[in-house]
C-alpha cells in the first residue's frame, strides 16, 4: 500500500482513513474488532475518533469510540503499525464547544486512557471555540 507524508507529522499514512464513530454506537465491541482488523489488515494505518463519539446516541456520555479502540489496542499489545487521531471540542455536557486550555488538558487525558496509549498521535480540534483564542488554547505550561 502506497502510504504518503502526513503534512509536518512525520507520519506516513494510507490514502483512507477508518472513521471510528460508529464504534460503540451502532458496531459493538466485536464487529468493531473485526472491522479495524480487517482496515489493518488490508495495509491501511488512519484510524480516526473523537472524545464525543458516540455522546448523542441515548445512554452514551461521549468516548464510547476511543474506548473500542483502546481495548483492540490493548488487545493486540501494541498500536505502532496504525496512527490514532482523535479530537477534542465538542460539547461533552457545558453546553457549547470548547478548547479552552484546562479543558484540553483535562480532555487529553481522559482520551490518553480510553485508548489505552501514551500518547495521541494526532490530537486535532473537533470545532471552533468562539469563546475561545486559538492562541490561548495551546500554550505551554
Not at 507529522?9 to 464504534?23: E, M, R
Not at 483492540?72 to 465538542?90: E, L, M, N, P, Y
Request: proline content about 1%; charged content about 25%.
Amino acid at each position: 500500500m502506497e502510504k504518503r507524508k502526513l503534512g509536518s507529522t512525520g507520519f506516513t499514512v494510507a490514502p483512507l482513513a477508518l472513521g471510528g464513530n460508529v464504534f460503540g454506537w451502532t458496531a459493538d465491541e466485536a464487529m468493531s474488532f473485526k472491522l479495524l482488523d480487517a482496515f489493518v489488515g488490508a495495509g491501511f494505518n488512519l484510524i480516526d475518533t473523537a472524545d464525543s463519539y458516540s455522546r448523542w446516541a441515548s445512554g452514551h456520555q461521549g468516548g464510547e469510540s476511543e474506548t473500542v479502540i483502546g481495548r483492540w489496542i490493548a488487545r493486540r499489545g501494541h498500536h505502532d503499525d496504525v496512527i490514532v487521531a482523535t479530537k477534542v471540542g465538542s460539547d461533552m455536557g457545558e453546553g457549547h464547544k470548547v478548547l479552552r486550555r484546562d479543558y484540553i488538558l483535562r480532555a487529553v487525558e481522559e482520551s490518553l486512557k480510553r485508548l489505552h496509549v501514551d500518547c495521541i498521535d494526532l490530537y486535532q480540534s473537533h470545532w471552533d471555540d468562539e469563546k475561545t483564542p486559538i492562541s490561548s488554547s495551546a500554550k505551554a505550561r
